[in-house]
């Protein structure tokens, strides 16, 4: 359990909250770079709070600019993206992706004046089939993350994106809480049993609702590997990074290697981003269509702009299922189907996690009121990251301490592994796989 304090840090997101400027000290994934084309339509979004407008230009050079146009503060989304800048369509104000003023359409010595006009725009680079953005001190930019899914080869990864109605921290919780997969994520067929519905996170046949867990901090995080009992004498190992403050890596056995990214849009929503990758080969088109039909993922037809609560509208990705149709839950399934009823991994975290019970005032499932919580060993993973993050926070605002990742990215150089072995411990597997895990070893990286 956190305290009301405590729970505050860690889930406001704000330009000055200790959470917000920690969060300013990283590049984070904000859009898929497949959603903007040249000179085509800019996309909303809203990240720690600040709304912003995302485009491509004519030359193909991402702009992420604020959300309203510096003139009278209309917005820049209505605004014609051509000749290398997108225009305010109120009085034909100019902007390059730059921030820089090209023209000031209304004004009768415009040429002379436009120098005197910026709009903000934010520091971006387009890596691993996203858009990355750096919200932070321009002046103290962050080392960019050596994660091994953003630096393969494009048709060797698969991004997805989706709004979750929670703080970011609910959804990165859910990541690092490994026993939950036997549950909620369970199939009623007991061939399949331990397994996640449809996608196999565990081998079949495992069977060990009670995983043990080992965990070991580290300058991204921590690593922790989750044990559970797959015969005589032979266990069912799951070793997983937490790499702080967004980054997690999922060991299953479907896709080679997979994980997810949680950046927070405010206080109460969080953009997920997914990610599959192979190191060696492309993704194949039976792979794909996995990701994108919706049985692990949003199908990305989905795709809508949709209005949060303080009435700013964003771009995203939505699934069908939502609270408001109880996300379509199906209680003849849940009898002899699926252990929960609901359709699919993503669909499933969000059932639980939108509708937790919250800090009184603001409706469910926006943040969890951690104070009333009840925690025990199967929740350390949990425990450890809000303790890590929220020092981490502290030491920036109290003590001017950066985060060491954000100046060492060669920190992400790591890869969760799966494995069922004789091998009954943490030292043990870790004597093995150290390097893998721990980052001593530096995949190839591209070109950034
Ligand atoms: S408000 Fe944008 S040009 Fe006037
Ligand atoms: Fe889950």
Redesign the pocket.
């Known amino acids: 359990m956190l305290s009301p304090e405590e729970n505050e840090v860690l889930c406001r997101v704000g330009a000055g909250t200790p959470m917000g400027e920690l969060f300013r000290c990283f590049w984070l994934p904000a859009i898929l770079s497949s959603e903007i084309e040249a000179d085509g339509s800019p996309r909303r979004l809203r990240l720690l709070g600040e709304d912003m407008v995302a485009f491509r230009d004519s030359d193909g050079k991402v702009g992420i600019l604020d959300a309203?146009?510096?003139?009278?503060?209309?917005p820049?989304f209505y605004?014609r993206n051509e000749e290398c800048g997108l225009?305010?369509?109120?009085?034909?104000?100019k902007f390059d992706t730059d921030g820089a003023c090209m023209e000031?359409?209304?004004e009768p010595d415009g040429e002379d004046h436009k120098h005197r006009v910026k709009i903000r725009s934010y520091p971006v680079r387009e890596i691993g089939n996203l858009v990355w953005i750096f919200m932070g001190d321009e002046n103290n930019i962050a080392d960019f993350p050596h994660l091994e899914w953003a630096h393969v080869d494009a048709e060797k990864s698969h991004v997805t994106r989706w709004l979750q109605r929670t703080n970011w921290a609910q959804g990165f919780e859910g990541e690092i809480d490994s026993s939950h997969i036997s549950f909620l994520h369970r199939s009623m067929d007991n061939s399949l049993r331990g397994s996640a519905v449809g996608t196999s996170i565990a081998p079949p046949g495992i069977w060990d609702d009670a995983p043990e867990l080992t965990l070991k901090e580290t300058d991204y995080g921590f690593v922790y590997g989750a044990r559970r009992r797959a015969g005589e004498n032979l266990y069912y190992w799951r070793m997983t990074q937490c790499m702080l403050p967004i980054f997690n890596q999922i060991a299953n056995d479907v896709f080679p290697r997979s994980g997810r990214c949680w950046v927070p849009v405010d206080d109460y929503n969080v953009m997920a981003f997914s990610y599959v990758y192979n190191a060696d080969a492309p993704i194949t088109q039976e792979q794909a269509d996995i990701l994108e039909t919706g049985r692990s993922f949003p199908p990305l037809r989905d795709y809508v702009a949709t209005e949060l609560d303080d009435g700013y509208v964003i771009d995203t990705f939505i699934s069908k299922n939502v609270r408001g149709n109880d996300y379509l839950i199906d209680r003849d399934v849940q009898t002899d189907g699926t252990y929960s009823g609901i359709f699919g991994l993503t669909n499933q975290d969000r059932a639980i996690q939108e509708n937790m019970r919250s800090i009184p005032g603001i409706g469910p499932g926006k943040i969890a009121d951690r104070s009333r919580e009840y925690l025990m060993t199967a929740d350390v993973p949990v425990i450890t990251f809000r303790k890590i993050i929220i020092k981490m926070a502290m030491d920036l605002a109290d003590k001017g301490i950066r985060p060491k990742a954000a100046d060492d990215g060669s920190l992400y150089n790591v890869r969760a592994i799966s494995a069922v072995t004789e091998i009954e411990t943490f030292e043990e597997l870790l004597e093995i796989h150290g390097a893998e895990c721990l980052g001593t070893v530096t995949p190839a990286m591209a070109a950034e």
């Open positions: 309203y146009c510096p003139h009278k503060l209309a820049m605004g225009t305010c369509v109120y009085h034909g104000w000031l359409g209304n």
